[in-house]
Structure formats: structure tokens, C-alpha cells
T-cell receptor, first 114, second 112 residues
Framework: GQQLNQSPQSMFIQEGEDVSMNCTSSSIFNTWLWYKQDPGEGPVLLIALYKAGELTSNGRLTAQFGITRKDSFLNISASIPSDVGIYFCAGRPYSGGGADGLTFGKGTHLIIQP | DAGVIQSPRHEVTEMGQEVTLRCKPISGHDYLFWYRQTMMRGLELLIYFNNNVPIDDSGMPEDRFSAKMPNASFSTLKIQPSEPRDSAVYFC??????????FGSGTQLSVL
């Protein structure tokens, strides 16, 4: 199946810092989604991207669909304590026409140091 | 609008027992997915339905796992008999046209 490499695996940051994470795939994707999971809850959709080069914001979050179609990036500006959680990328391969083409990365654990 | 509703939130059972997980998708959504999440393997797709019909169950680990969707508002995932290695968080998700997935809060399953 498709492989998604998400990095970094974990991040230890100070409150107020900016955060960057990314996902890369071995093949071309036509959809990228970013989710956040809080402890004891299911993943919640943050941003959806559908076009190469697309840049979309949701508050302090900004995500980009890489121009190569094989990667996506998520940035969080001025982090706050409630940003703590696990961030997942998910993508659908260009050749995948069905819902089963959605593949998830392993997640980036964001930890804010006091 | 209520989101995806899963029950129970937590299930503790003994090896060999039957386990049934339940899901109510978002009204109007035509796709329903069952995922399993573990530390080692992350989120794995087990099976998904479109308009109540199972489309792909290739992710179901063994014959001990079965899923049904008798109508548009209800689905079950059953494990019989359960084993300790089935311990994980099981998520149900629904979507419209298979695009953005909306997840439930999950069922934390512990098989002793």
C-alpha cells in the first residue's frame, strides 16, 4: 500500500514558538488532509487541500499542498498550550478514486514545555 | 449536528469473549469507515461501507472480525473470539462522497 512519512515524530517546543511539520509520499497525491487528535478523542479535521501549491489557513494553522504533489506541510504560529496533541497527515493517491485510498501518517506528537 | 457516536467508550473483556462495538454515523453521510489505532501501527483501515454496502474489507485482520451496516444510521464491528492482541482503540468515521472523514471518539478495547 501507499507509504506516508510524517516528520518529525515528536516536537518539544516552548509556548509562543512556531511549529512546522511535514508529510511525504512515494507517489503523487490529489488530496491532503491534516487532523489533530487530543488524548482520549478521535482525530479532528483541521485543513483539507485539493490542489498542488494550494495554501490554506485555519486560524494560526496554515497548510500547503506541495507543488510536487508528493508532500504537504503544516505550520502552527505562536503555539499555545491547547495546541498539544498528535497531528496526522492523510492523503489520497492520484490514481485512487475511492475512499479507501486515504492513507494516514504515523503522527507528530507536539509537546509544549513549560 | 451530532457527530459520529461510538459506544461503548471503554470495553474490558477476557480473552475468548465476544466484543461488539457500535457506531452511529453523521446523518446524511454515505460512507462509513472502521479504523484501529495502536502505537505500533498507527491508524489502520479495517473496512469501509458505501451506502450500507461493504466495499473493502481487506484490512480486517482475521475471520474473527466482522462488520455490518444494517441501515444508514448504524454499524457494528464484532470480534469473536477476542484475543489480547486485539487491544487497541477502534474508531468509526463517516464522510460524504468519501472525502473528508469525521471521526467518533473511539472505543478503547482491552482484552485480558
Amino acid at each position: 500500500g501507499q507509504q506516508l512519512n510524517q516528520s518529525p515524530q515528536s516536537m518539544f517546543i516552548q509556548e509562543g514558538e512556531d511549529v512546522s511539520m511535514n508529510c511525504t509520499s512515494s507517489s503523487i497525491f490529489n488530496t491532503w488532509l491534516w487532523y489533530k487528535q487530543d488524548p482520549g478523542e478521535g482525530p479532528v479535521l483541521l485543513i483539507a487541500l485539493y490542489k498542488a501549491g494550494e495554501l490554506t489557513s485555519n486560524g494560526r494553522l496554515t497548510a500547503q499542498f506541495g507543488i510536487t504533489r508528493k508532500d504537504s506541510f503544516l505550520n502552527i504560529s505562536a503555539s499555545i498550550p491547547s495546541d498539544v496533541g498528535i497531528y496526522f497527515c492523510a492523503g489520497r493517491p492520484y490514481s485512487g478514486g475511492g475512499a479507501d485510498g486515504l492513507t494516514f501518517g504515523k503522527g507528530t506528537h507536539l509537546i509544549i514545555q513549560p | 449536528d451530532a457527530g459520529v457516536i461510538q459506544s461503548p467508550r471503554h470495553e474490558v473483556t477476557e480473552m475468548g469473549q465476544e466484543v461488539t462495538l457500535r457506531c452511529k454515523p453523521i446523518s446524511g453521510h454515505d460512507y462509513l469507515f472502521w479504523y484501529r489505532q495502536t502505537m505500533m501501527r498507527g491508524l489502520e483501515l479495517l473496512i469501509y461501507f458505501n451506502n450500507n454496502v461493504p466495499i473493502d474489507d481487506s484490512g480486517m485482520p482475521e475471520d474473527r472480525f466482522s462488520a455490518k451496516m444494517p441501515n444508514a444510521s448504524f454499524s457494528t464491528l464484532k470480534i469473536q473470539p477476542s484475543e489480547p492482541r486485539d487491544s487497541a482503540v477502534y474508531f468509526c468515521a463517516s464522510s460524504l462522497f468519501g472525502e473528508k472523514l469525521f471521526f467518533g471518539s473511539g472505543t478503547q478495547l482491552s482484552v485480558l
